[in-house]
């Protein structure tokens, strides 16, 4: 199985956050999202 995400943005108000980012996930394997505590990893 695979989970593909396309061109998600996030922004708040007028700073950008992400923009245009896409991912692909492929089945059978383990991903983590890294990064400092109040870098928006859960937004």
């Known amino acids: 199985m695979r989970l ?3 061109n ?3 922004s ?3 700073l950008k956050a992400n923009d245009h980012i ?3 996930f ?3 394997r383990i991903y983590a999202i ?3 505590n ?3 990893k859960s937004t």
């Open 12 to 14: 708040f108000g007028h």
């Open 34 to 36: 890294l990064g400092e």
């Open 26 to 28: 492929e089945g059978g």
């Open 22 to 24: 896409s991912f692909t």
């Open 8 to 10: 998600i943005s996030k």
């Open 38 to 40: 109040g870098a928006g």
């Open 4 to 6: 593909e995400i396309h």
